[in-house]
């Protein structure tokens, strides 16, 4: 069982900070890349119409692992059913912390029923979330422009609680970034809080490659500096943006149609502890299943040390 007193917490925090000093060795050994998986968000819309049909589709272009992020109202019982019909392993599944800490108890036995090794939360809250509520355009816009550093301290102490919880219950409870975690004030970024903040034993790290780089973060770098933290990637590339936008305005398109590079982030991950990849395009210009169909095996290829022949930069 983990502990979330800061006294051990910082024991364990000054061992990560001395490995992460020494950049010529790992805590891991090099190891082949995880089998590429999909973040089931990317067929949001096929999922909605016929959740069974998407899942064999999925499974048909050679996925194997997947990631949820919502199920539709159908029951545990019958997507773990779905999964095995389409012959895919749900490892993982999204939740905002909202919807965490409302549901605590269901989402773990929904967890547990279908057979998920990770309960992973996508987007933070606040304790007093009226100034993210207010934020013009609503509570997601507050939560990507107004995040306070004590907001993030907050949320450090409610994800080690409930990675204890989820601990408890033979789950991983992990965290996934988009842009806001990275936005810097009073010289410090609600990243910087998470990895210092939250207990390594409790909580783990899913961290998005595309929006790292739209807020001028460097995937690969994250991964050597912190062996151990980080259990799982999102594949995301990112289409070139005009000077100026926002960096939670990104459009991603195809793995290796973008500017990501992805052959130093896999390079990385095999030597800081990766267990999963999960391709994940949100903005798509071609079909949804031709453009999955693209990242699937760009990604293999990349994840081999093999090249693409076509980058739009």
């Not at 069982?1 to 925090?13: I, K, N, Q």
């Not at 010529?24 to 998986?37: C, T, W, Y």
């Not at 934020?135 to 204890?164: E, R, S, V």
Request: hydrophobic share 40%; with cysteine; proline share 5%.
């Amino acid at each position: 069982m983990c502990s979330v007193s800061r006294r051990s917490f910082l024991t364990t925090a000054a061992f990560a900070a001395a490995a992460s000093a020494l950049p010529s060795r790992s805590l891991f050994a090099a190891e082949p890349s995880p089998p590429i998986g999909l973040q089931l968000f990317s067929v949001r819309s096929a999922l909605a119409k016929d959740f069974p049909g998407t899942l064999k589709r999925v499974s048909a272009i050679g996925y194997r692992e997947v990631e949820a992020a919502g199920f539709y109202n159908h029951s545990a019982s019958d997507v773990k059913q779905m999964m095995a019909d389409a012959g895919l392993h749900c490892v993982s599944a999204h939740y905002s912390l909202a919807d965490l800490l409302k549901s605590t108890d269901s989402i773990i036995a929904y967890a547990k029923t279908l057979g998920l090794e990770y309960v992973i939360c996508s987007a933070p809250w606040a304790a007093d979330p009226a100034h993210l509520e207010k934020y013009p355009g609503g509570a997601w816009q507050g939560i990507l422009h107004a995040m306070t550093l004590d907001d993030w301290k907050w949320n450090a102490d409610q994800f080690n609680q409930m990675g204890c919880k989820m601990q408890e219950s033979g789950l991983k409870f992990g965290y996934h970034n988009h842009t806001m975690e990275f936005r810097t004030e009073s010289g410090s970024t609600g990243y910087r809080i998470l990895l210092l903040d939250t207990d390594p034993r409790c909580v783990t790290l899913e961290l998005d490659c595309g929006w790292a780089i739209a807020a001028g973060q460097d995937p690969a770098k994250m991964l050597r500096l912190h062996p151990g933290r980080f259990s799982m990637l999102h594949l995301k590339d990112l289409k070139p943006a005009p000077a100026g936008t926002d960096p939670s305005d990104r459009v991603s398109t195809e793995i290796g149609y973008g500017v990501v590079h992805f052959r130093p982030i896999f390079e990385a991950a095999k030597v800081s502890g990766i267990r999963h990849n999960f391709v994940e395009q949100e903005d798509f210009d071609k079909p949804v299943f031709e453009a999955i169909t693209i990242d699937f095996k760009s990604s293999n290829i990349l994840a081999r040390g093999g090249r693409l022949h076509r980058r739009l930069a």
